[in-house]
């Protein structure tokens, strides 16, 4: 079974510190990696798509990816308040679009 | 408005009822999928959708059936309500060029 593990927290951090959030997945034939941001009571936001090993940032946002070591993971840096969600790791293994969803770590950022 | 919607936002039903859950997307997206949401299960694929009348199952998909007549729509149909299917629903939709998926708002359906 192709899985998707993610610490479910909560990982608590200072307002401006940097969040590291973490997620392994099973398939090393996985080819696209996901981050969605989840609000309490609200619906997933796709936040960053990763494809290639290595940085990818947007903004405060940089998702890393490892393939070898079949992780990847986002920091957060000058974490906000409004920052504080439950943060979804996805993958794509292949095969009809399907993404194989973690069950996703709680952050809080604390004043 | 663009996008994709889901009704209603909020269902109570009753043990034994047949519920229709409707998504609906503006995107011209070719997939379209069903989830639901549960503490300690995270987001588990119900059916999904590559385009129009081609529809298949995904990891919980007993008790469910979906339609998907035209593009735009991809209702789910709960025959005959049980408990257990008291959950969040979230429907998405994605493009056959990226894997990126794009979430409505979300149905909260209770069965009592």
């Known amino acids: 079974q192709k899985e998707v593990e993610q610490n479910s927290g909560p990982l608590s951090v200072p307002e401006g510190a940097i969040a590291s959030l973490n997620c392994t997945y099973s398939d090393r034939g996985s080819q696209s990696f996901f981050w969605y941001r989840q609000y309490s009571g609200k619906s997933p936001e796709l936040i960053m798509s990763i494809y290639s090993n290595g940085d990818k940032e947007d903004g405060r946002f940089t998702a890393q990816l490892n393939k070898a070591s079949q992780y990847v993971s986002l920091l957060i840096r000058d974490s906000q308040p409004s920052d504080s969600a439950t943060y979804l790791c996805a993958v794509y293994t292949g095969g009809g679009n399907k993404l194989t969803f973690g069950t996703g770590t709680q952050l809080k950022v604390e004043l | 408005d663009a996008g994709i919607t889901q009704s209603p936002r909020y269902k109570i039903t009753e043990t034994g009822r047949q519920v229709t859950l409707m998504c609906h997307q503006t995107?011209?997206?070719?997939?379209m999928f069903w989830y639901r949401q549960d503490l300690g299960h995270g987001l588990r694929l119900i059916y999904y959708s590559a385009a129009a009348d081609i529809t298949d199952k995904g990891e919980v998909s007993d008790g469910y059936v979906v339609s998907r007549s035209k593009t735009e729509n991809f209702p789910l149909t709960l025959e005959s309500a049980t408990r257990s299917q008291t959950s969040v629903y979230f429907c998405?939709?994605?493009?056959?060029?990226?894997?990126?998926?794009?979430f409505g708002p979300g149905t909260r359906l209770t069965v009592t």
């Open positions: 998405a939709s994605s493009s056959d060029i990226t894997y990126e998926q794009y």
């Open positions: 995107w011209s997206h070719s997939y």
